[in-house]
T-cell receptor, first 116, second 108 residues
């Protein structure tokens, strides 16, 4: 299957700092990528849709000024958590759909963010 | 009504048994259907996709689709303890919708 990478896999930061997470599609181009957040023992929650060449689309309740998304190229999307606080500690996962009739989504390995 | 519904479980089966995971969806226009497996602390990984009515087999896994009933299932034969995970159903109807997942425990 297609490969999606994320970096870093784990990050610990102090409250008030900003953290950037990268999501790359390694063997295919993705005009759209998705960012999810998952708290322990809870379901995936879609945060936003990242669109190459245009603004991201945020789900209801997700602060766009706090979670900055930049889809810099057809293979790279970044999520920046600005002024992180302990309640932002979570597992952040990106995914990218391949093109074609099945439009299968492949997930990155996720980034575990801990804000102290 | 949610787009995709799954029984959250937990579902427990003994090792070697068949595990049956079910999913219903609301949009009759949905075109493709997916099953993902998510181990605790890991991201989801694709197991299978199906887009035609009937069964699709891949090793110990069989996906079943019934568009008339808006129902898709995943059967796991000869269940192993390593199959213990949360299984997510996803439906593509011009947008991806995920179910909340069913937790499966295979008891040795």
């Amino acid at each position: 299957g297609a490969v999606v990478s994320q970096h870093p896999s784990r990050v610990i930061c102090k409250s008030g700092t900003s953290v950037k997470i990268e999501c790359r599609s390694l063997d295919f181009q993705a005009t759209t990528m998705f960012w999810y957040r998952q708290f322990p023992k809870q379901s995936l929650m879609l945060m936003a849709t990242s669109n190459e060449g245009s603004k991201a689309t945020y789900e209801q309740g997700v602060e766009k000024d706090k979670f900055l998304i930049n889809h810099a190229s057809l293979t790279l999307s970044t999520l920046t958590v600005t002024s992180a606080h302990p309640e932002d500690s979570s597992f952040y996962i990106c995914s990218a759909p391949t093109s074609g009739p099945t439009d299968t989504q492949y997930f990155g390995p996720g980034t575990r963010l801990t804000v102290l | 009504q949610k787009e995709v519904e799954q029984n959250s479980g937990p579902l427990s089966v003994p090792e070697g048994a068949i595990a049956s995971l079910n999913c219903t969806y609301s949009d009759r226009g949905s075109q493709s259907f997916f099953w993902y497996r998510q181990y605790s602390g890991k991201s989801p990984e694709l197991i299978m996709f199906i887009y035609s009515n009937g069964d699709k087999e891949d090793g110990r896994f069989t996906a079943q689709l019934n568009k008339a009933s808006q129902y898709v299932s995943l059967l796991i034969r000869d269940s192993q303890p390593s199959d213990s995970a949360t299984y997510l159903c996803a439906v593509n109807s011009n947008q991806f919708y995920f179910g909340t997942g069913t937790s499966l425990t295979v008891i040795p």
